[in-house]
């Protein structure tokens, strides 16, 4: 007991626990005040509140995937900023040779992003079984 | 528009309108169905009878910059091809009255009311339904027959016939247009390309024949919706299209639209058509199909960011990594066989 009360108190608050606090919000008071379009739309906002917080957890593994790809495929490159568009472009010339290798960086990306944007999309557990 | 709004010009319209077919004097329970990220879908009664007011939000000159046929027909030409579905066997609505841009009510067409269900979570899943998902894989291959068999002559001057050629063209020109932004659909792309079917003689399509667009009863079939991404491609398009991942509504063991079997789509569409479509053409286009989700995200996106649309639409843009993660597992499972 003696531990516990030398703590300080938390009087902080994440981004993320932000995030859950206005999910709360949407789900325990907005949902039951509104109806037909409203009470659609609420869910479709506590769902991106979602999306953000998987964003900020994921979103470096990600940018590390897109950073080593950059260096593998695009050398002249100096740095990762638009690098999906830069990828996209070399394939629409077919300047990329899609390899195996490429291809395991395409599905590995997308298994990250999947995981960011809906995770609970059922192809997702075929792939991952096929590729994780 | 407000909902009283838009009953105070349906009042003053419809009287004229429908004095030759429907009795009736006022609107009554005036309401949005959810659902529909393009086009407004109303429910109301007219006198005792149920209504269904289909409404372009927006005018197409705000989206002008977009092109392509993918935010679909204007819903003057969708009507027109409703009324030609109407002289087949395929199950649609009635059309009662067409409103052009010009018109207060905004573009829109008055159909009938069939009942039905429509949200696929009640009716993928509801025991009630058991004997409707056991008739319906059948039932769409008769009903997708029926529709290809349309005259294309009587069709409006939009539903022009197009080649393989044009399609990878205009989505090309759309990737490009929203930025390149996407490595997996631009390499689903070129797959399709180098892939491409050879022969490939154009029918009338609905072009978004999939669960989510179908009216189902206990017996099976009973509605056929959405008709404004109709368009002029082969045929085993339209059936990839029901058996896209995406439309399976998480049922991936059911490849027809998440509650039947290929054989019994391929069975029920040969009954009406006198051809059986190949299994492996029909998997192509569900892989063509999921790039055209893709595109759909991205113009949901686009539309979004052009002022047009609520919450519902800036969600959507997010899943194109569904459509992503379909291009790229359906082409590694196409490379095993």
Same mark, same amino acid.
Not at chain 2, 25 to 49: H, I, P, Q, Y
Not at chain 2, 124 to 129: C, E, Q, Y
Not at chain 2, 196 to 225: I, W, Y
């Given at each position: 007991?003696?531990?516990?009360?030398?703590?300080?108190?938390?009087?902080?608050?994440?981004?993320?626990?932000?995030?859950?606090?206005?999910?709360?919000?949407?789900?325990?008071?907005?949902?039951?005040?509104?109806?037909?379009?409203?009470?659609?739309?609420?869910?479709?906002?506590?769902?991106?509140?979602?999306?953000?917080?998987?964003?900020?957890?994921?979103?470096?593994?990600?940018?590390?995937?897109?950073?080593?790809? %950059?260096?593998?495929?695009?050398?002249?490159?100096?740095?990762?900023?638009?690098?999906?568009?830069?990828? %996209?472009?070399?394939?629409?010339?077919?300047?990329?040779?899609?390899?195996?290798?490429?291809?395991?960086?395409?599905?590995?990306?997308?298994?990250?992003?999947?995981?960011?944007?809906?995770?609970?999309?059922?192809?997702?557990?075929?792939?991952?079984?096929?590729?994780? | 528009?407000?909902?009283?709004?838009?009953?105070?010009?349906?009042?003053?319209?419809?009287?004229?309108?429908?004095?030759?077919?429907?009795?009736?004097?006022?609107?009554?329970?005036?309401?949005?169905?959810?659902?529909?990220?393009?086009?407004?879908?109303?429910?109301?009664?007219?006198?005792?009878?149920?209504?269904?007011?289909?409404?372009?939000?927006?005018?197409?000159?705000?989206?002008?910059?977009?092109?392509?046929?993918?935010?679909?027909?204007?819903?003057?030409?969708?009507?027109?091809?409703?009324?030609?579905?109407?002289?087949?066997?395929?199950?649609?609505?009635?059309?009662?009255?067409?409103?052009?841009?010009?018109?207060?009510?905004?573009?829109?067409?008055?159909?009938?009311?069939?009942?039905?269900?429509?949200?696929?979570?009640?009716?993928?899943?509801?025991?009630?339904?058991?004997?409707?998902?056991?008739?319906?894989?059948?039932?769409?291959?008769?009903?997708?027959?029926?529709?290809?068999?349309?005259?294309?002559?009587?069709?409006?001057?939009?539903?022009?016939?197009?080649?393989?050629?044009?399609?990878?063209?205009?989505?090309?020109?759309?990737?490009?247009?929203?930025?390149?932004?996407?490595?997996?659909?631009?390499?689903?792309?070129?797959?399709?390309?180098?892939?491409?079917?050879?022969?490939?003689?154009?029918?009338?399509?609905?072009?978004?024949?999939?669960?989510?667009?179908?009216?189902?009863?206990?017996?099976?079939?009973?509605?056929?919706?959405?008709?404004?991404?109709?368009?002029?491609?082969?045929?085993?398009?339209?059936?990839?299209?029901?058996?896209?991942?995406?439309?399976?509504?998480?049922?991936?063991?059911?490849?027809?639209?998440?509650?039947?079997?290929?054989?019994?789509?391929?069975?029920?569409?040969?009954?009406?058509?006198?051809?059986?479509?190949?299994?492996?053409?029909?998997?192509?286009?569900?892989?063509?199909?999921?790039?055209?989700?893709?595109?759909?995200?991205?113009?949901?996106?686009?539309?979004?960011?052009?002022?047009?649309?609520?919450?519902?639409?800036?969600?959507?843009?997010?899943?194109?990594?569904?459509?992503?993660?379909?291009?790229?597992?359906?082409?590694?499972?196409?490379?095993?066989?």
């Amino acid at each position: 007991m003696s531990d516990e009360s030398d703590r300080p108190t938390q009087s902080d608050v994440t981004s993320a626990e932000l995030l859950g606090a206005v999910k709360g919000f949407l789900m325990e008071s907005v949902l039951p005040a509104v109806a037909g379009r409203d009470q659609f739309n609420t869910r479709v906002a506590a769902n991106v509140l979602g999306i953000i917080e998987r964003e900020q957890a994921l979103s470096p593994a990600l940018q590390a995937l897109d950073r080593e790809a %950059a260096q593998r495929w695009l050398p002249e490159q100096a740095s990762t900023e638009e690098l999906p568009q830069q990828l %996209a472009r070399a394939l629409a010339k077919r300047d990329i040779p899609v390899d195996p290798d490429f291809m395991a960086y395409l599905k590995a990306r997308q298994l990250v992003l999947i995981a960011i944007n809906n995770p609970r999309y059922a192809s997702r557990a075929v792939a991952e079984a096929r590729w994780g | 528009m407000t909902p009283e709004t838009l009953a105070q010009h349906l009042d003053d319209n419809l009287t004229a309108l429908l004095s030759g077919s429907l009795a009736g004097r006022k609107v009554s329970e005036l309401s949005r169905l959810s659902g529909g990220a393009n086009n407004e879908t109303w429910r109301l009664n007219w006198g005792d009878t149920p209504l269904i007011l289909r409404r372009r939000p927006f005018s197409a000159d705000s989206v002008a910059n977009l092109e392509g046929n993918i935010l679909g027909l204007s819903l003057v030409d969708e009507a027109e091809v409703i009324r030609l579905a109407t002289a087949t066997e395929v199950p649609v609505p009635a059309i009662h009255a067409v409103f052009d841009a010009d018109h207060p009510i905004g573009e829109a067409f008055l159909m009938g009311f069939i009942p039905g269900e429509s949200i696929p979570q009640r009716w993928l899943t509801d025991d009630a339904f058991e004997t409707a998902r056991a008739n319906l894989a059948y039932q769409c291959g008769e009903a997708l027959a029926g529709i290809h068999a349309i005259d294309r002559r009587k069709l409006p001057d939009k539903i022009g016939p197009t080649t393989l050629d044009n399609r990878f063209a205009a989505a090309q020109k759309r990737l490009h247009a929203f930025g390149d932004i996407s490595p997996a659909m631009q390499f689903g792309l070129n797959w399709l390309i180098d892939n491409a079917p050879d022969n490939t003689p154009c029918v009338l399509l609905h072009g978004d024949f999939r669960t989510g667009n179908l009216l189902v009863n206990e017996k099976g079939l009973a509605g056929v919706l959405d008709w404004e991404l109709t368009h002029q491609g082969p045929a085993e398009e339209d059936l990839g299209y029901l058996c896209a991942n995406v439309w399976r509504f998480g049922h991936l063991d059911k490849p027809v639209g998440g509650f039947g079997h290929y054989d019994d789509l391929i069975a029920g569409y040969a009954a009406i058509a006198g051809w059986a479509p190949e299994l492996r053409t029909i998997r192509y286009w569900e892989i063509f199909a999921a790039l055209s989700w893709g595109l759909v995200c991205q113009t949901m996106g686009a539309l979004w960011h052009s002022g047009n649309g609520d919450v519902e639409r800036a969600a959507v843009a997010r899943r194109r990594s569904e459509a992503e993660l379909d291009i790229l597992l359906l082409i590694d499972e196409w490379e095993d066989t």
